[in-house]
């Protein structure tokens, strides 16, 4: 009896050892696991931050649309001749104090830089709203109607950086159909003008020359793009790393609910999450002064209420800052999966060379455990965004 009650004593002490080695081995392991998951989700950033830009500095793009001319329903929603102020390399959307940060990069070019190209073949007036498009190499083809919506990019050399200017065919003259060019070897007539013909009318104003800031005229051997139906809008292809469903996710913001995906993660957020036990994502830019690639001072973005509550000064000054930006600074902060019974995590990290306490306390934590109870690794870089600097 006295054996048995001994060797069952034995029992419960090796079992309860085993088990608290077992625990620490699990919290050890998790702890690596997190440090792993936040360096694979900086290297992922790293790599995209790099190439932020290089469709937009691309010289042959940069060349043809140094800008934009655009209108819709009377509102001027581009005119200006720096395209850069337009569409940004890198945007960071703030979180505030205590949510994730969203970084917006640019990986690619508009859609319509590959499609149909049609060639202007007689100097535009200023004051015309026709342009004459013919190509004897082209067969008589269905390409043009009335309807669609074109971008006319400036003849290269662009010397005078004129900006391409987005319009919407009303009419087509010059063939034996009104509606449509069919034979591009004798060549069409395709008006553009805001009351011409019987389309209605969102994208042309009623003088383009005194709307917009810089004049539309183009000469012979400047292009016309057709943009693909119900795409209107010239913009680059922009990818977005934020933090949600407990992992890193990248994607597309133009095919997906960015919202949707990162707070209800629906079962597809699999097919987005690039690094898991990722709670944190903290982004700040890089701006030098004028005329200079020196960093002077990192900054963060702004909340939307923050951007909203701006006046026109206030934008404008933002803007100015934004295309001085040279590089953006991230920290990556990953959880471990197993939470320890007490306090493992007296402080939250600090990171930007501790200019930034971090708010972990928005991530969501079992019932009975706070976010003191994990342990946490932040992983920080610099990224230099190349193509702004060699493009300055």
């Not at 569409?87 to 690619?108: L, T």
């Not at 003008?193 to 004049?215: I, Q």
């Not at 701006?287 to 200079?292: A, K, L, Q, V």
């Amino acid at each position: 009896m006295i054996g048995l009650v001994v060797g069952l004593i034995v029992t419960l002490a090796i079992t309860s050892s085993v088990a608290t080695i077992g625990k620490q081995f699990r919290i050890t392991g998790a702890g690596h696991t997190a440090a792993e998951g936040a360096q694979v989700a900086v290297a992922l950033m790293d790599r995209d931050l790099r190439s932020a830009g290089a469709a937009l500095f691309n010289g042959s793009f940069a060349n043809l649309c140094p800008g934009f001319n655009m209108y819709d329903k009377g509102v001027v929603t581009a005119d200006n001749g720096n395209l850069y102020s337009l569409h940004y390399p890198v945007r960071i959307e703030s979180g505030g104090a205590s949510a994730p940060d969203v970084v917006e990069i640019m990986v690619g070019v508009p859609e319509f830089y590959s499609g149909e190209i049609l060639p202007i073949v007689k100097e535009m007036p200023s004051s015309s709203d026709i342009m004459k498009i013919s190509d004897p190499n082209l067969a008589s083809e269905d390409q043009l109607h009335v309807g669609d919506t074109v971008l006319v990019v400036q003849a290269p050399p662009n010397e005078a950086k004129a900006p391409c200017t987005r319009f919407k065919v009303t009419k087509i003259s010059g063939q034996t159909q009104s509606d449509q060019c069919t034979n591009f070897k004798t060549g069409c007539n395709v008006h553009f003008g805001s009351t011409a013909g019987d389309v209605t009318n969102d994208f042309n104003p009623v003088n383009p020359n005194t709307t917009y800031t810089k004049p539309v005229s183009y000469s012979a051997g400047s292009l016309i793009f057709k943009m693909p139906p119900g795409w209107a809008n010239p913009e680059f292809e922009y990818v977005q790393y934020a933090v949600g469903c407990g992992a890193l996710l990248r994607y597309d913001p133009k095919k997906v609910d960015p919202l949707k995906l990162r707070t209800e993660c629906p079962a597809s957020y699999k097919n987005y999450a690039m690094a898991a036990d990722i709670v944190m994502l903290k982004a700040q830019y890089g701006i030098s002064t004028d005329g200079s690639d020196q960093i002077a001072v990192w900054e963060e973005a702004p909340t939307a209420a923050q951007y909203s509550a701006f006046n026109a000064t206030q934008r404008d000054d933002y803007h100015k800052k934004l295309q001085r930006v040279k590089a953006v600074r991230m920290a990556m902060v990953a959880r471990s999966r197993e939470p320890d019974t007490g306090t493992v995590t007296a402080q939250a990290p600090g990171v930007f060379d501790g200019t930034l306490t971090l708010n972990l306390g928005g991530a969501a934590v079992p019932a009975g455990k706070t976010w003191q109870n994990y342990r946490y690794r932040a992983h920080e870089t610099v990224v230099p965004l190349r193509n702004p600097l060699w493009n300055r």
